[in-house]
């Protein structure tokens, strides 16, 4: 029993003693550390805050803001400039108080010897993730204060909007005619005599559509131009003649066996039918159904990319209109189509009859290579042939700004 008490009594006096050098050893630290734990780094807890105003700033457009400059980006970006002040001031202060701390735990370990528990008590200190938490806010700051300062606006404008549209001059012309062979006249063969006619006429037209352009600085439309414009989309040739020179026509006839070997000039008889077809011979004005009208001047002024179609965004705008043009019929035109009757050389009926020749007739196709310098008239220009000029016609949009003027959305920096 003595000796259960005699233990139990030297434990309690070892503890007591650990107990005592540990009281002291932490007696000791706080010398070091005591101050450091009191000091109070102002503004560190509103670095969050900061942070994500910095974040949702630097998400903003101009569109944003209704002004321009605008009073509301000046004042944001007034605060955010305010704000990296103070952070700023945070992480001197945060790394002002962390080398105090250094300096506290230098001292600590060449005083006490105690290194492990110098850097423990220097650890529990927060000025160093405090720093850290103040250099990510002022990164975020400066950013969004970036942002701010880069942003443009629109404020008056440096080219305001002017249309180029065609204009349309019909007319007609005499259809093209061309000499598809000559032979000479004997016997010197100065003479050259047309043999058949080749005759182009428009057998089919293309109403077009009526657009306009915004005017790129150039005076000039657009690169499918000539694809709205109305005109011509198909045309025939057919190959004409009136009258044959049947002083040649006959050796060759008699040559490939179509006429008796008797059969004379004064015998002969060529007949050529006609037939009738339909072209296009011109074109009309008429009245417009669908007129297009443009907004001279607007309510208000819109700005506009060049690439927008000017016909459809100023449909509307505005009390002024002007009409520039007519979509229906396009150019308000109307073909005019007419029915010719024209000689068909396909079907020429060649007959011979006289005194001792017996009567007979056949029917041949005049076109072929054989019959070839025998015409001995061909078609006058009787036919004619609708004709278009093209101009351009000019309107200046005062209201309509296609390059705006651009300044900062934040006037003082």
């Not at 605008?70 to 945060?94: F, G, H, I, M, W």
């Not at 528990?117 to 990164?139: E, G, H, R, V, W």
């Not at 004409?240 to 179509?258: A, G, M, S």
């Not at 229906?328 to 009859?353: M, Q, Y």
Request: positive net charge.
């Amino acid at each position: 029993m003595k000796q259960f008490i005699f233990k139990t009594t030297g434990i309690l006096a070892i503890a007591f003693l650990f107990g005592i050098q540990l009281f002291g050893q932490n007696d000791l630290l706080s010398r070091f550390f005591n101050n450091l734990r009191n000091t109070v780094v102002n503004n560190a807890e509103k670095l969050n805050a900061w942070q994500t105003d910095a974040e949702n700033a630097a998400q903003k457009t101009a569109k944003a803001f209704t002004d321009c400059p605008s009073p509301a980006a000046q004042n944001l970006y007034n605060d955010l400039t305010n704000k990296l002040q103070q952070a700023r001031e945070v992480k001197r202060l945060a790394d002002e108080a962390d080398r105090q701390g250094q300096d506290a735990r230098d001292n600590c370990k060449r005083t006490t010897r105690l290194n492990a528990q110098c850097d423990a008590s220097y650890n529990t200190l927060s000025f160093k993730a405090t720093s850290a938490a103040a250099a990510k806010t002022i990164t975020s700051l400066e950013r969004a204060i970036t942002v701010l300062k880069g942003l443009k606006c629109a404020s008056g404008c440096n080219r305001t909007g002017r249309i180029v549209y065609p204009t349309i001059q019909f007319g007609e012309r005499m259809a093209k005619v061309v000499d598809i062979a000559r032979i000479p006249v004997p016997p010197f063969g100065s003479v050259p005599v047309p043999y058949v006619n080749e005759v182009t006429y428009c057998s089919s037209w293309r109403r077009g559509s009526f657009w306009a352009n915004w005017d790129a600085g150039n005076s000039e439309f657009d690169a499918d131009f000539h694809l709205r414009l109305p005109k011509c989309e198909k045309t025939n040739t057919i190959s004409v003649c009136t009258e044959w020179d049947l002083n040649l026509l006959l050796p060759r006839l008699q040559k490939l066996n179509i006429v008796p070997p008797i059969v004379s000039v004064s015998d002969l008889k060529v007949e050529i039918p006609n037939k009738n077809f339909s072209l296009i011979s011109g074109v009309k004005q008429v009245n417009c159904n669908k007129p297009i009208k443009v907004a001279r001047r607007s309510t208000v002024t819109l700005n506009l990319e060049i690439s927008s179609n000017p016909l459809s965004v100023l449909t509307g705008q505005g009390q002024e209109m002007v009409e520039i043009g007519c979509a229906e019929p396009a150019f308000g035109l109307e073909p005019i189509s007419n029915d010719v009757s024209l000689p068909d050389l396909t079907k020429v009926r060649i007959s011979w009859k006289g005194i001792t020749v017996k009567g007979g007739y056949i029917e041949i196709d005049m076109t072929k290579p054989e019959f070839q310098g025998m015409c001995k008239k061909g078609l006058g220009s009787s036919i004619k042939v609708p004709t278009i000029t093209v101009g351009k016609g000019y309107l200046d949009l005062p209201n309509v700004c296609l390059q705006p003027r651009f300044i900062d959305l934040v006037a003082k920096k």
